[in-house]
């Protein structure tokens, strides 16, 4: 029995190496999201509770329109972005510093071995006699 062709091309599809990196990507990405949120519920929401007194917008309405879960999201929206900028904002920075590091320190190039500095004398001996 025949396989259908679409079969390899799902294969190559899956194998393709952006296919694994988004997959990665999306991995990390729920352990980041856990980290951001765990950082907006226990830092930054106290602090608007103590500066606004109260966090819950659900009974906030427009005459018919029940606006309070909008405003909620928008503010939740807004403060994990926050959160995740000054995230990365301190990788990138601890990034930088760390590649500063290995651009400031060259590799010397070594110099040639005992052994080559023989071989070398010895292939100029060999120039000299053929000469």
């Known amino acids: 029995m025949k ?3 679409w079969i390899d091309d799902f294969k190559k599809f899956i194998m393709r190496g952006n296919v694994l ?3 990665v990507g999306v991995v990390i990405g729920g352990a980041f999201t856990a980290i951001v949120t765990g950082v907006v519920n226990s830092i930054i929401n106290p602090i608007i509770t103590l500066i606004s007194g109260h966090t819950d917008f659900s009974s906030v309405s427009i005459g018919i329109f029940p606006i309070g879960e909008l405003i909620s999201a ?3 929206f807004l403060l994990i972005a926050f959160v ?3 995230m ?3 990788i990138n920075k601890a990034s930088d510093k760390l590649h500063k590091k290995e651009e400031a320190e060259p590799e010397v190039p ?3 071995s005992n052994e080559e500095k023989l071989l070398m004398e010895i292939r100029d001996l060999l120039k ?3 000469k």
């Open 3 to 5: 396989k259908p062709g």
């Open 21 to 23: 990196d988004m997959a």
């Open 74 to 76: 928008i503010i939740n």
């Open 84 to 86: 995740v900028f000054w």
């Open 88 to 90: 990365v904002r301190l």
């Open 110 to 112: 070594a110099g040639p």
């Open 128 to 130: 000299e006699q053929n």
